[in-house]
């Protein structure tokens, strides 16, 4: 079983919509939980790290089950700029430098 | 501006012809790593680094060396390339060894070898 699944998608949604992403881990002792965007061909930059208690930051919620072992991303009002590939990154644990990526889940958002 | 930066962008090779890819960050971070990414793959580390001199393996080193002379600059040698090594490489850096900090990575390098 890998470290980070994800759904490799592609994901095509119309603008407007409503998706979510789900992410899932092997790890129970992983301690740090994030989401990258990548667009095509450039690098993986933060989108948001992911707190025991949920957070959202605009249009984008993030929710961590412990229980279960697996984050998620929901995109409310999906825009043309949200096409890009979302990454699920996890963190072993304080103090340790591991942190595996997921492959990444494909959206396009379509006019 | 807080940036890592990578040199070249691109770069097409023949097998066996030793390359160096640099990578400098200005943010002062103690933590630096290489990755490549491949389809279907994700991104795999290579090496990092938890400060000056200090250096690691990461899950594939193979074929691969790096060093850490300096805080800023993390170079990715590659002493005889092969073409199981085209792919995209990315470096990045984050404040300290510790995975909650956010990765800051360069603009990647795309090498080919033929």
């Known amino acids: 079983r890998k470290e980070v699944e994800q759904d490799p998608g592609p994901f095509n949604v119309p603008e407007g919509a409503t998706v979510a992403f789900n992410c899932t881990y092997s790890?129970?002792?992983?301690?740090?939980f994030f989401w990258y965007r990548q667009d095509c061909r450039k690098e993986p930059k933060l989108l948001m790290s992911?707190?025991?208690s949920g957070n959202e930051d605009g249009r984008f919620t993030a929710q961590l089950n412990r229980a279960s072992q697996y984050i998620s991303l929901l995109i409310r009002d999906s825009k043309l700029s949200d096409s890009a590939t979302y990454l699920c990154?996890?963190?072993?644990?304080?103090?340790?430098?591991?942190?595996?990526f997921g492959t990444g889940t494909k959206l396009q958002v379509i006019p | 501006e807080a940036q890592v930066t990578q040199n070249p962008r691109y770069l097409i090779t023949v097998t066996g012809k030793k390359l160096t890819v640099t990578c400098s960050q200005n943010?002062?971070?103690?933590?630096m790593s290489w990755y490549r990414q491949d389809p279907g793959l994700g991104l795999r580390q290579i090496y990092y680094?938890?400060?000056?001199?200090?250096?690691d393996k990461g899950d594939v080193p193979e074929g691969y060396k790096v060093s850490r002379k300096e805080k800023r600059n993390f170079p990715l040698i590659l002493e005889s390339p092969s073409p199981n090594q085209t792919s995209l490489y990315f470096c990045?850096?984050?404040?300290?060894?510790?995975?909650?900090?956010?990765?800051?990575f360069g603009p990647g390098t795309r090498l080919t070898v033929t």
């Open positions: 990045a850096s984050r404040l300290s060894l510790a995975g909650q900090y956010e990765q800051y």
């Open positions: 790890n129970s002792a992983s301690q740090s």
């Open positions: 992911v707190y025991s």
């Open positions: 990154v996890v963190s072993s644990r304080w103090g340790y430098q591991k942190v595996t």
């Open positions: 943010m002062n971070h103690e933590y």
């Open positions: 680094s938890m400060n000056v001199e200090v250096t």
